[in-house]
């Protein structure tokens, strides 16, 4: 008999501009933690931040980021993220352009994938502070598979902009 395979940590990141900002946010983490094969360690605060990049005029963010320990792989970690995503009406009709629920798989372990259905870790999470906050928050020591740096030392390196990132919640995900 195969021991089972130990668990994989992975970092996801959660954001919302459409909508019930804070009920898609919560809505997307409350899914994640319910799901088979994960267990939520550590959940971050919840941050309001400008959107970056896509369509003029979209509202500000709701960003968040969690860890957790999932057995199982990439693939089917991101299929269960998009299906969540689907459960909150996200609609992917304008690249970067605003969205009820987003939830991007950050990293997977060690893991580099770099086909067109599983990019990971996420080629530009290192470059945005209303990622590399929220993930700090909850895995400062974790290695970025790549770049072979902690989170922390790569939040360090990006240049803070004023008003880009206000903490709004440090129990968002528990509180009604």
């Known amino acids: ?7 994989t940590r992975c970092l996801i990141a959660l954001g919302s501009n459409l909508g019930d900002r804070l009920a898609n946010v919560r809505a997307g983490a409350m899914q994640i933690a319910a799901a088979d094969g994960i267990d939520v360690v550590a959940v971050s605060r919840l ?3 400008a959107p970056v ?5 979209q509202g500000p963010y709701l960003n968040a980021a969690l860890a957790a320990d999932t057995t199982l792989d990439a ?11 689907a459960d909150r009406q996200r609609q992917r009709v304008e690249h970067w352009g605003p969205r009820t629920l987003d ?6 372990g060690d893991l580099i994938s770099d086909t067109p259905t599983l990019e990971v870790p996420h ?3 290192h470059e945005r502070r ?3 906050v929220p993930v ?23 240049p803070i902009e004023p008003g880009d990132l206000t903490e709004l919640d440090r129990n968002w995900h528990s509180t009604p």
């Open 75 to 85: 693939a089917d970690l991101l299929s269960l993220l998009h299906r969540i995503e």
């Open 1 to 7: 008999m195969d021991a089972p395979t130990p668990p």
């Open 53 to 57: 990049g896509g369509p003029q005029n």
């Open 47 to 49: 941050y309001e931040t």
């Open 130 to 132: 209303f990622v590399m």
């Open 123 to 125: 080629p530009r999470m």
């Open 103 to 108: 939830l991007d798989l950050l990293v997977h």
């Open 136 to 158: 700090c928050d909850v895995a400062p020591d974790v290695v970025h598979p790549r770049l072979g740096r902690t989170m922390r030392d790569l939040l360090a390196d990006l």
